[in-house]
C-alpha cells in the first residue's frame, strides 16, 4: 500500500508494508544463526516462490466480453496492474535477499558492537576513517553491500522493486528474544525503507523526507523533533543515520538516482551514502535511469562496497528474448467481443510501435481495446494498433523513434533512454561478472564484444594467413570468407586451421587450373602441327 503525504511543496508517496510480531525460525545458514534480525526474517525465497509471488494477472472471465461497453471499459484497466515475472525479477529479489541478511551479520542487537555504536557517538564513527582491515571506529566491521539497478523509464524498474519488498515485512516487532544470558528489549526493526532522491538533490531534503517516512511507518515523531528550521544539513545526517542504526534498518531504496546534484553537493551525498553503508553497515540500492551511470561510477571509486551486490541494466525486451512471453500472457486479456488471437503480424506491430518497452506496451494494449470498444469495431487489428499509437503515444514518439531507429545522434537527445557507452564502459569493467545486462542493452553489449573480438582476431589470423606467400589482397580475402563462413565465432585455432585447408585448397585448384591450361596448349600445338603435315 502506499500513502500520499504533502512534502516541501509536492505530494510523496511513501510505500507501506507489513507490521508482524517477531517468530524466531532455526536457521540453515551459519552466519545467520542466533541473530534475531535475521531468525525473525521470512524463509528464503525458492524461484517457483518468487514468480509465484510476482504473477499478477487481471481477473478474467470470457462471459464478461458480452458485458456493456462501460462495464468492459473498466475491466480492461485491470490490465495496469499486469506483472510477467522474468528472469531479472529473480535476479533481483535474490540479491534483496542476500543484501538484508549479509547486512545483519555485522549488527546483531546481541552483539556489543550494537550498544558501543550508541555509547560512542554516530557522531564519531561516521567522522573517523575505517582502519586498514575495514573496521570502523568501535571495530566492527560492515558486512553490507550496495546495488544497483538501471534503465529507461516506463521499463519497469520500481514496480518491479516495490514488489519484491512487499513479499518481506515492512516492520518486526521483538521483545522477548533471549539467547545465553542475553536479552533483547523491546526494538521496532525496519526491514527496508524506500525514499526518492529529491527534485532538489540535497541530502537535506532526503533526510526530511526519511523522517517523514519512518514517522508514517512507526507513527513516531522524528520529523517534528529533527527538523527545525535552524537545524544545519550535517545534523540533520547524523540524526538519520542514528535513526537508521537504533531500527536496525535491513536495506535502504533510493529512487530516482539521477536527481542528485552534480559537483560538490553530488560528491558530499555519495560520500555520505558510502559511510552509512561501510561504516555503519547499512545495505542501499540505488535506481535511477542512465543519467545516473556518471554517479555509479563516482561511487565505486569513493568504495567498493557502492556496488557488492553488482548492478542489473534493464532494457527494453528483445524480440529474441522474452518477448513472446510476455505478450502472448498479456494478449489472453481482451475484453472486445471478438477474442483475436496473437499472430506474428500482431506481435510485429506491437513490438515496433513500442519498441519492447514495457509501460508502452501494456499502454497501447488498454488503449486499443478501449478504442475498439468505444468506436464499436470490438476487435483488435494491426491497423487499429497504428491509429491509436499515433494519438496515445504520441507524447513519447521521439523516444520510440529512436529506439527503432538506433540513430546516436538521434538518441543523444534523449539521454535517459540509452546508455552512454564512453561513460558505461568503466561501470561495465568495473563490475565485470557482477553485471547483468537485460533486454537490447544487452544484445549490444554482445555485438560489441563480438565486433571487437572479430577486428582482434582478423588481424592475428592475416598475419598468419600472409606467411603462405600471399599478397596482402588475396590474404585477406581469405582470412574474410574463412571468418564469414563462421560468423567469426570459432575459436583462432580452428579459424586457422580453415585458413590453411582454405589455401591448400587454393593451391590444388591453382595447379589444377595450371596443369588444364597446359593439356590445353599441348593440345593446340598438336593440332597446329598436324595442318602444317
Known sequence: MKKDIAFDGSIISVLMGKQITAKYNEQEIPKYRKNPLIEALPAINSQIDVGERLLNFPDYYAEDRQKPPEIRLHYIEQVRDYMQ????????????????RRGYVSRNPLSPFYAKQFAVGIKEILNVDLDEDGKNIIGNQSTAKSYTIIGISGIGKTTAIEKILLMY???????????NGL??????????????????????????????????????????KFVKSRINEEDLIIAMSHVCSLHCVGVLVIDEIQRMKKGEAGQLMLDFFVDLSNKLG???????????IPLFNKLLANGRRASGMGSEFLDPMTKEDEWDLFLSNLWEYQWTEKKVPLTEELSNAMYELTQGVTDFVINLFIKSQQYAIAYGQEELSVRLLKTVAKQNLKLVQGVIDALRIGDKEKIKQYDDIKPGWNE???????????????????????????????????????????NFDLSEKEARTIVEDA??????????????????????????????NYFFNKIKELQNSQKYFLKLI
Not at 486 to 506: D, F, V
Open 85 to 100: 515475472p522474468l528472469l531479472v525479477h529473480l535476479q533481483i529479489e535474490s540479491n534483496l535477499s542476500i543484501m538484508i
Open 169 to 179: 515485512p515492512q516492520v518486526i516487532i521483538h521483545s522477548d528474544y533471549k539467547y
Open 183 to 224: 536479552e533483547l528489549g523491546y526494538l521496532k526493526q525496519i526491514v527496508w525503507i524506500k525514499l526518492e532522491c529529491p527534485f532538489n538533490g540535497s541530502r537535506k531534503s532526503l533526510c526530511q523526507q526519511f523522517f517523514l517516512t519512518v514517522d508514517q511507518i512507526l507513527q513516531t515523531n522524528y520529523y517534528k
Open 282 to 292: 547499512v545495505p542501499l540500492v540505488y535506481i535511477g535511469t542512465y543519467k545516473a
Open 424 to 466: 558505461t564502459n568503466e561501470y561495465v569493467k568495473a563490475l565485470g561478472n557482477r553485471l547483468g545486462l537485460h533486454g537490447k542493452v544487452n544484445s549490444e553489449h554482445k555485438r560489441a564484444i563480438n565486433k571487437n573480438k572479430y577486428e582482434k582476431n582478423f588481424e592475428i589470423l592475416l598475419n598468419f594467413a600472409l
Open 483 to 512: 571468418m564469414n563462413s563462421n560468423k567469426g565465432m570459432k575459436a583462432l585455432h580452428e579459424q586457422q586451421t580453415i585458413i590453411t585447408q582454405m589455401i591448400k585448397s587454393r593451391e590444388v585448384t591453382q595447379f589444377h
